[in-house]
């Protein structure tokens, strides 16, 4: 035990949180209060190889969490003697194989927006069409979830079927690879992953929460290549070797129900959105799963140890803080994602302009592949500004229709709106959010709500924290927006909205890839 004390006393304790993201690693040092004590991040390549592909190098990431975790102890003048536990959360499709016995990646890592695997989606619902394994998985077939991805991976490396059939190589979503690697790689690593995490690979049986032999069988996984399910919150094993050497590993959750954890929705009915590259609304449904018929995906939420499992409604937007990426990377019409903001505040409305972003088709409630971007009602008029304004309505108006469909799946009525996330910091975008769903939006001190959930779970499965109730009594509000808008207005422009989503359906023709 470190003799040094924190400020009210007590011992100085303090768990990381490792947030292997889409763009980005990093680690934060959180104290018993909650609070951010410390905190690095270094992002990664993307890889895009052809239209609709995108790749991440697994080799890369690894050797950035590494970095990240040091220097995040280092900034936050913690020793290893100080840390009691480590979680993790992560992008959650991005599918991985290695090799067991090298720790090397056989291929880069599939990311959750890939599209490659359409074909393979198509031909496994062929029959039976979109909703093949959602009564067991709570998933449609989707180019979205980890199994196709790899099962394309199989089919298209060489000789890796073969070997995989042999347990030579092993699959994981980045959870899975992290904690592999953190807990000793080739060398006794641990081969596990959590419920929420198997719950996106459209291979994990919702109820009994054990993969579903006959799935992976239709899917051509075999099953030697899967890790073992375990709760979100319990010790999996002991770092060896770097900066937490001999530090328990002691969560994982998938990133947007790690958000719901660290958001404190507990209850049934309370939701949240986090807005990131993507974005991503859940809503506690309690201990049994809602099956969907709006859209949206029934996923597990979270569990803690040996408790029941929590399930959540899922509506997932694939495009949305990547949206500014590409005005600022690929088109040049800003050089900082902050001046969005800005830009877009410099006009009174969007000038008729509708922007909807179906790069890698539309998610929840659509599930359309075959759908690519419009931007729909562009005059003369129509400025740069314009279009910043509709690249920030266009994440409020998916917003909109993830709530609705939330509200027809389970009857319970969004009163306010938990939002946490990097695009938060936009006051435009959270007004605009608030006036279209007509709730008040509320952000909370701490946004990096991923990370704190990962924290949050690795605490409770050590006794660092008690109880979820003590987790409860650290939420604080930082800033509400109440809604502003005219109800004509909003119902007006919706339709717009919905009419330009209408014309991006059918832009691909069903092609063999």
């Known amino acids: 035990m470190s003799e040094t004390h924190a400020a009210d006393g007590g011992p ?10 889409t763009t980005s690693s990093r680690c934060i040092v959180f104290d018993r209060a909650g609070t951010i004590v410390g905190v690095e991040q270094k992002e990664h390549e993307q890889i895009l190889p052809r239209p609709g592909w995108v790749e991440h190098d697994a080799a890369e990431i690894w ?46 890592a599939i990311v959750w927006q890939d599209t490659r695997t359409d074909a393979i989606c198509r031909d496994l619902g062929r029959n039976v069409g979109q909703d093949r394994f959602r009564r067991e998985t709570g998933l449609p077939l989707a180019s979205y979830f980890a199994g196709p991805k790899i099962r394309w991976l199989l089919d298209n490396v060489e000789g890796l079927r073969e070997r995989a ?23 006794g690593g641990r081969h596990v992953t959590d419920v929420t995490n198997a719950s996106r690979t459209m291979l994990m049986n919702l109820r009994t929460l054990d993969w579903e032999e006959r799935i992976c069988e ?12 375990r709760s979100s919150a319990e010790v999996y094993g002991h770092a060896k070797g770097g900066p937490l050497d001999g530090i328990p590993v002691a969560s994982a959750l998938g990133d947007q129900q790690a958000a719901l954890f660290g958001q404190t929705c507990f209850a049934e009915g309370e939701g949240k959105s986090t807005y990131g590259t993507g974005t991503f609304v859940l809503m506690n449904t309690g201990e049994k799963p809602v099956n969907s018929y709006a859209g949206l995906l029934t996923t597990v939420g979270y569990r803690i140890g040996d408790e029941k499992p929590v399930y959540a409604l899922e509506g997932a937007i694939a495009v949305t803080g990547s949206l500014v990426q590409w005005m600022r990377d690929q088109m040049g019409l800003i050089s900082d994602a902050a001046e969005i903001e800005p830009l877009a505040r410099s006009v009174d409305d969007n000038g008729g302009t509708y922007f909807v972003p179906a790069f890698s088709g539309l998610f929840a409630p659509y599930w359309r592949s075959d759908a690519r971007g419009v931007i729909a009602g562009l005059t003369r008029y129509v400025t740069k500004a314009h279009i910043a304004r509709a690249v920030l309505e266009a994440t409020a108006w998916q917003t909109r229709e993830i709530t609705d469909a939330m509200h027809k799946d389970s009857g319970v009525e969004l ?8 695009m938060t910091a936009n006051g435009l975008l959270m007004q605009k959010i608030s006036d279209f ?16 959930g990962a924290a949050y779970a690795a605490g409770l499965a050590t006794g660092f924290w008690n ?6 009594a650290n939420w604080r509000e930082d800033h509400r927006w109440e809604p502003e808008m005219d109800a004509a207005d909003r119902e007006r422009e919706y339709k717009y909205w919905l009419k330009t989503v209408e014309r991006t359906m059918g832009w691909l023709e069903d092609e063999k890839s």
């Open 165 to 187: 059939e042999r347990g030579e190589i092993l699959f994981g979503t980045m959870d899975s690879w992290v904690i592999w690697n953190l807990t000793g790689g080739p060398d």
């Open 12 to 21: 100085r304790e303090y768990i990381a949180a490792i947030d292997q993201g």
């Open 218 to 229: 239709s899917m051509g996984v075999p099953t030697a290549v899967l890790p073992e399910i």
């Open 415 to 422: 009163t306010t709106l938990k939002a946490d996330g990097g």
């Open 437 to 452: 769903l007509d709730v008040p939006v509320v952000r909370p001190e701490v946004t990096e709500t991923t990370c704190l």
């Open 63 to 108: 050797a950035n969490v590494q970095e990240v975790v040091a220097g995040a102890l280092a900034k936050a003048g913690v020793t290893r003697d100080e840390v009691k536990a480590i979680g993790i959360t992560n992008q959650r499709e991005t599918t991985l194989l290695w090799d067991r016995a090298t720790g090397r990646p056989v291929h880069n």
């Open 467 to 472: 109880s979820t109730d003590e987790l409860r």
